[in-house]
């Protein structure tokens, strides 16, 4: 969806790398199909060519068919009950267009958290959705030099913004989470934060305080703790609030493990979640309908929002294939989708005790 | 892994399928190829007599390259907890071989529950791990006629006794948490079973009868209730254990799932865990560690499994593309391989109150 590969493509040859890099063209060809026998000094080499020119191989017409199409997915951890909605979904969302997923987690095997990015060269994928926390400005050229449409779901915010993203209306859901607790009659809200640096992370807390004020209740910055998205992190925020003199009477935390934390926190003083404390979770992974109560969260919609991600890769392989030209756009113009949250209810609020 | 489909690729030849069918050669090629474009009637006779005559198209030799090789996992429900772990072993097993990794659920979108096989038919898979729970007969010759190496993981106890499994020590697990509860002091210790007709529901439950006969504690047959796998299940086989004029004082659930729904059902009637009731599951999912409280669980090493099932997928490719020829073996000498079991223990088990 770049169209600076377009035009890469025309100019530079496999021989202009080979020539760049120092080296054979057959070693570049080796490098390229991910082959092994090629020294690591060597393929980090010519990979930096690779990367630096924006050389892309040529394809076969007959790869290009949609009917064995593969797009890559490649999410930072896969053991989290987050990655498992946005596999589900991305695989709904290819097997509907007769596409395969190939999944990729960006794991530090042997080779770097960047391994990921010689596989997908090698497969010459159709085209690829980056579920990546932490992609950085250097990740998004190393994409981009793969030279199939990319769209980032979920983004943390800094990235390139002419690559199109998926996400949730975050703020939205922070406002949500947060009135449906004053609605109850609770007052003293606290909120547990994300990994700050996120963009989801800012959102929710942006929500969380811009329903607050809107109540027309002062913001106490002291009920604001940081998290980090895991249990023991939800567990420690909650340490620190339920240990205050006057501990709040309810906890929107900014992730359902948070709020898992939480409640082992709440347990682990004798406190009954809802009785003695509200929690309102965010993302409705499925582990929630099983926690004891089952927890009101704010749902994001993962799975609609990998199955859009695919979808909009695959448009644009079939722009492509058909040779549609890309539209002429600003670097800003690429899409930028956000689907709706909405508040789950389940068990885990009630009023507070002394309403 | 079966040697059949050797034998019959060099007889039949896609004409020979054309007239057997009564179609012409590109309707079998679109067939082969996944195409939308042929009737539904159609497109099941030809996919009929291709499982029947064993046929297989031939493969380009540079496709057979392990560099750029896709193992396709075929797995009933994505949607769970247990599909995540699987995922992330199979994913890492395929990523250190080089390999990518193909993602289908089996699921019924608008071509019946085997829509996944036309997909792998079209992508024609170095080869394919099987998680279907509900494996039969008629699949078991669907996959054969692909021509690619399988391996079937967990397998439901019914298949093909040719095709190679991996699997778990379901009953040593079994065995294993009842000693636990024995150890503890409990003496009317329930369980609740899985899917019936699985074979890893029905080794857990002999393993628990085995270490209570050996225990020397009489068998009440009352105290085994049947579940399904799912929390539901769970909590309404607690229900009909805990409205006993003489309830149990142990509970050990088949599967995680289940232990989630007993918890519900002890919260639901004021018991507490582990105080009133101990509970022990079976898996080992990521969800135990969030459960309040965290659930003491026989470990199924799933990731660990699933990483094995695509190592010997690979092995059988590489045995292939080198012209190694199959060992010669009878159906029975496939190997069928069960990594151990063992207990986790967390926070859901103590001595009962009367001891």
């Known amino acids: 969806m770049s169209s600076a590969t377009g035009r890469a493509e025309a100019r530079i040859t496999i021989a202009d790398v080979a020539r760049q890099a120092g080296v054979s063209v057959p070693t ?4 390229l199909n991910g082959r092994g026998d090629v020294a690591p000094d060597t393929r980090d080499l010519v990979s930096g060519v690779i990367a630096s020119t924006g050389y892309r191989p040529r394809r076969r017409q007959r790869e290009q068919r949609l009917d064995a199409m593969l797009v890559e997915l490649v999410i930072t951890d896969l053991a989290s009950a987050y990655a498992l909605e946005v596999l589900a979904g991305a695989e709904d969302g290819a097997s509907r267009a007769g596409a395969g997923l190939v999944v990729n987690a960006a794991h530090d095997h042997d080779g770097g958290d960047r391994s990921w990015l010689g596989a997908l060269r090698a497969r010459r994928p159709s085209g690829v959705v980056l579920v990546i926390n932490r992609f950085g400005g250097g990740s998004a050229e190393d994409v981009a030099s793969l030279g199939a449409p990319v769209v980032l779901l979920d983004p943390a915010g800094s990235s390139d913004p002419s690559l199109p993203t998926v996400g949730a209306t975050n703020f939205a859901g922070g ?6 607790l004053l609605s109850l009659g609770h007052r003293r809200i606290a909120t547990i934060t994300g990994v700050p640096f996120l963009l989801c992370s ?17 913001t106490d ?3 604001v703790e940081q998290g980090d998205f895991t249990a023991v992190g939800g567990q420690r925020a909650a340490t620190a609030l339920l240990d205050r003199h006057d501990p709040p009477t309810a906890i929107f935390a900014g992730s359902d493990l948070m709020a898992s934390g939480v409640y082992q926190e709440a347990r682990r003083r004798g406190l009954r979640v809802p009785e003695d404390l509200s929690v309102v979770g965010f993302d409705d992974v499925s582990m929630c309908q099983y926690m004891s109560p089952p927890l009101t969260t704010v749902r994001q919609p993962l799975g609609e929002m990998a199955a859009e991600s695919v979808r909009m890769v695959l448009e644009e392989v079939r722009a ?36």
């Open 221 to 223: 910055e002291t009920l």
């Open 175 to 180: 406002v949500t989470a947060t009135e449906h």
């Open 320 to 355: 492509r294939r058909d040779g549609v030209a890309p539209r002429p756009r600003t670097d800003s113009a690429a899409p930028h989708l956000q689907l709706a949250t909405r508040l789950v209810l389940r068990e885990s609020t009630a009023p507070p005790r002394s309403a």
């Open 28 to 31: 570049v060809s080796k490098v």
């Open 202 to 218: 800012q959102e929710r807390l942006e929500g969380y305080r811009a329903a607050m004020a809107r109540a027309g209740v002062p």
